[in-house]
């Protein structure tokens, strides 16, 4: 069968599908990543195909952060929108006879389905679906708003997003030569859909209807033919595990400002840290500080005393499977979710927003996951479990059941 998979964003957007990929690559099944440009490499270092979406996210997260408005940031959003989408329906026609979406560009996936015959399947990252026993990862309001209002949180984020890609997929879908949709929606509307995070981390909600379920972390695949840089491989020999600091997709443009604070909050907790350069450019000084590019996080982190990350869904798995203490440092969309899941768990200290964050907080923040042996036990037994779960055969014994269909 030839699957295709469409994700839309950063590296963390992209990552985990290349394990499922390389699982459906071993099962017989062609498979084809449609993912932005940037990450044609690490899609073809994993055996995959790759299909280019348009646009930079890098940029988009630029002019988010530059805008002078909500309506500066809806203009490019909608221009984004619009490329991510002929660019979705030109992978689509590309061919395949099924397709796996992630949930940002889901919509853009079910009219390209459509318009060529091809089921869709959604295989997401975060829940996408509104439920009384939590609000959705970005909804605003607070962690816990009650049954009642946890699920109009959720429904108001899902309706807030129809809204803002529904010109995009009522322009495709004319393109397409499709009628307009019945009703505005959503990519919560595609049955059936996976959830890729474990049940541990986040149990599958009784309310969420049929169809829609929680199948397990798909860990990302390590490039073939991968190395570890002999520098990181001489400096983790040279003393004890030090912390992993770094903030993914975050604060492109800040990296000189953060750089300064993790600098002197490694200096004050005393520890050795490798710090991850990221969409921020971020870049450390001191003689126990090394700074690394991109690289396998289920490599590195068991390696490590504990992982400072901005909380995107891909991070936090990674850290969760190494067994090892976060500090999470939320910055925006869903990261605040599960840098609160992650303190629920017993795996973190509080949560500390990037926008506030200081070197004080974090050097205190470090200090208390080295030496608070709660946290470390219960990361420790979280790997355990979550290890022993197999995501990705949910999403095989399911397509094995379409295909024979």
């Known amino acids: 069968m030839r699957i295709l ?16 990929g390389r699982r459906l690559l071993a ?17 073809g270092d994993c055996g995959l195909e790759h299909r280019p979406l348009p646009g930079d996210p890098r940029e988009l997260i630029r002019t988010r952060a530059r805008a002078a408005s909500w309506e500066e940031t809806r203009a490019a959003m909608g221009t984004f929108l619009d490329r991510l989408a002929d660019g979705v329906a030109a992978a689509v ?38 439920t009384r026993e939590f609000p959705l990862a970005g909804a605003p309001g607070g962690d816990d708003l009650g049954p009642d209002g946890n699920l109009a949180a959720g429904l108001r984020l899902l309706a807030d997003a129809g809204a803002l890609q529904a010109g ?28 890729g995070f474990s049940p541990l981390v986040v149990p599958r909600p009784a309310d969420w209807p049929s169809g829609v379920e929680v199948a397990g972390y798909w860990w990302p695949a390590r490039p073939r033919d991968w190395r570890p840089p002999a520098e990181l491989v001489d400096f ?19 990296g000189e400002r953060l750089g300064e604070l993790v600098t002197a909050a490694v200096a004050r907790a005393g520890v050795r840290a490798v710090v991850q350069t990221g969409w921020a450019g971020l870049a450390a000084a001191g003689d126990d500080v090394l700074t690394v590019g991109d690289l396998p996080h289920d490599w590195l982190f068991p390696r490590t005393a504990a992982v400072v990350h901005h909380a995107g869904a891909g991070t936090t798995a990674a850290g969760l499977r ?9 910055a925006m969309a869903d990261q605040p979710f599960w840098a609160a899941r992650l303190h629920r768990l017993g795996v973190a200290p509080r949560p500390l927003p990037l926008e506030a964050l200081t070197a004080d907080s974090l050097a205190t923040a470090i200090t208390t996951c080295l030496t608070n042996p709660a946290l470390g036990r219960r990361a420790a037994e979280l790997a355990e479990a979550v ?3 197999d995501g990705a055969a949910t999403v095989l014994t399911h397509i094995g059941v379409v295909g024979r269909e």
Do not use: N, W
Request: glycine content about 14%.
């Open 27 to 43: 099962a017989g099944h062609e498979v084809a990543v449609a993912a932005h440009p940037p990450f044609a490499g690490l899609i």
């Open 168 to 195: 995009a997929v009522a322009g495709l879908r004319t393109r397409l030569g499709l009628p307009p949709a019945a009703a505005r929606t959503t990519g919560a509307d595609i049955r059936p859909v996976f959830h």
């Open 236 to 254: 983790l020999q040279a003393g004890p595990p030090p912390v992993f600091i770094g903030f993914g997709s975050m604060a492109p443009g800040e």
């Open 93 to 130: 026609a590309d061919g395949a006879d099924l397709v796996l979406t992630a949930f940002g560009p889901a919509e853009l996936s079910r009219a390209a389905g459509e318009a060529y015959g091809i089921p869709v399947i959604g295989t997401y990252l975060l829940p996408a679906c509104a």
């Open 387 to 389: 290890t022993k779960e």
């Open 322 to 330: 190494a067994g090892v203490p976060a500090v999470p440092v939320p």
């Open 5 to 20: 998979i469409v994700t839309a964003g950063s590296r963390g957007d992209v990552a985990p599908y290349t394990g499922l």
